[in-house]
């Protein structure tokens, strides 16, 4: 599979071994999703396993007792239809607009990836029919933005479940595991992370591009100074802007021995943020194949455990960390670009006006777009993952949130104003280039200045700034640059 061309292909699932690039895919393109014939058989024993518990009389919550506040509260089987469809509907409680399709697509996969290993009360017929759903459609399916906590989705995948299922009856158990789990922050995660990592790919390359738009010494990013400093996220990106920068002239003539450290610092800047998303990447991989329910059936000791494992906590901080690793890299080159329409910092025209033109302001007025949004950006680094709940909230037992919902959403966001201020520095930087001499380019830089070329043609003598960016900006995030 190309990374950045989506064909729908048939998704199986085990519980056990989705890949963040598969549930990319299978959320965007959508097409058909089944279940290994081992997941189905595991889902049997548990169901039958918790059957048994139940049959029995052990107090296992949203088995045999209520949930929250009711938790104390004996279900018993002729109650348990009306609780399980009462627990469903009274939690479908979120607010405002719709959530974007690939979140709930995504979120329904994970959903399905959690019952698949066989570890909740869930029989393999529900699972089978939400299956069946996902493999027809759900665009139907509407899922609000807001009330999630990070601490078992019960709001929207309460919206979720009865998008999926509709009336269908549950059995006893079967409604807690459905909507007490982190599907939906752990699937929001997953894509903002996905397209972060785009974004962070595309700055790599807008690095090599402002280099030669300024005529900057490359020297910054010769092997030894990562031998020396022997972070990995550094050494790829020296790695990566050297790679970049083969062929150029640059290291012949560079114009200054030492350019502004918003140039020179970019292999340390965008090394830190690979080593973060580096991190963040492998506490998402853990999470698309957790277990994030309460109880746990736990068959070999014949019980089943009260646990935590729907506080997304890990995933919470890592999300956190990414967005304040990933500002720094939108702010450098945010003042790379203002510099490069500064003629006094690179020797061409105020502007990058085209030479011979009438005076005029050419780009400079992409300056204020640009700082907007690098600004908006970088005011989403707050972080989210200490925020705390109120201790009055089900008498004092739901006394924590992680706000993993609210990280993910603040990255998204931050990746689509990214790709935007991206969209700008590419016009400006392949404006200098283009006045400096695109003869003086290594083919890899010259064949990305002919690519961005394709959408954003060359400005000339009285154009006024280019007005739709938006092809350029969907190409980007499409991979354009990574």
């Known amino acids: 599979m190309n990374r950045f061309t989506y064909s729908p292909a048939v998704l199986t699932l085990t519980g056990y071994d989705l890949s963040l690039p598969n549930l990319v895919e299978a959320a965007r393109a959508p097409g058909p999703v089944g279940l290994h014939v081992d997941a189905l058989e595991r889902m049997r024993v548990n169901r039958l396993f918790a059957e048994r518990i139940a049959e029995r009389g052990d107090d296992v ?11 104390n509260r004996a279900v018993s089987p002729e109650e348990m239809q009306v609780f399980n469809a009462r627990l469903v509907r009274e939690h479908a409680t979120g607010q405002g607009p719709a959530l974007p399709a690939d979140v709930v697509r995504a979120t329904a996969i994970l959903l399905l990836n959690q019952l698949a290993a ?11 029919q939400i299956a069946q759903r996902l493999s027809d459609g759900i665009a139907d399916v509407h899922v609000p933005v807001f009330g999630a906590t990070g601490m078992g989705d019960v709001a929207p995948l309460s919206h979720l479940v009865l998008g999926l299922l509709g009336d269908t009856e549950l059995a006893a158990g079967e409604a807690l595991p459905l909507i007490g789990q982190g599907s939906y922050v752990t699937a929001h995660a997953a894509l903002a992370v996905y397209d972060a990592e785009i974004l962070l790919e595309t700055l790599v390359t807008l690095v090599a ?31 990566s802007i050297g790679h970049l920068l083969g062929g150029s002239q640059l290291a012949d003539d560079p114009r200054h021995l030492q350019a502004p450290l918003s140039f020179r610092d970019a292999g340390s800047v965008l090394g830190a943020a690979y080593d973060t998303f580096a991190f963040c990447i492998r506490q998402l991989s853990i999470e698309l194949n957790a277990h994030q329910q309460n109880p746990l059936a736990l068959m070999e000791e014949d019980r089943m455990l009260p ?6 906590q890990a995933l919470a901080a890592s999300l956190d960390f990414a967005r304040i690793a990933l500002a720094p890299c939108l702010t450098v080159q945010n003042e790379r670009s203002i510099k490069l329409l500064q003629a006094s910092e690179t020797g061409l025209t105020d502007g990058l006006e085209p030479r011979g033109a009438d005076p005029g302001h050419s780009l400079s007025e992409l300056a204020w777009p640009l700082q907007a949004l690098t600004a908006e950006a970088r005011l989403l680094i707050q972080p989210v993952s200490a925020e705390v709940g109120s201790s009055s909230q089900a008498e004092s037992i739901e006394d924590r949130l992680t706000m993993a919902g609210l990280g993910a959403r603040r990255l998204a966001e931050m990746t689509e104003l990214g790709f935007r201020a991206a969209a700008i520095a590419c016009v400006i930087a392949c404006q200098a280039i283009d006045l400096r001499g695109v003869d003086r380019l290594g083919p890899t830089v010259a064949s990305i200045h002919g690519a961005i070329r394709q959408h954003v043609p060359a400005l000339g003598p009285g154009d006024p700034p280019p007005a739709d960016l938006e092809p350029l900006v969907e190409a980007l995030r499409g991979g354009l640059l990574a």
């Open 118 to 128: 066989g570890r909740s009360n869930v029989r393999p017929e529900i699972a089978e």
């Open 307 to 312: 646990v935590a494992n729907f506080d997304v």
């Open 61 to 71: 919550y949203g088995l045999t007792t209520g949930v929250g506040v009711r938790k």
């Open 209 to 239: 591009l402002d280099f030669e738009a300024y005529a900057a010494n490359p020297s910054p990013f010769h092997p030894a100074a990562g031998e020396v400093r022997p972070y990995p996220g550094y050494r790829r990106a020296l790695a």
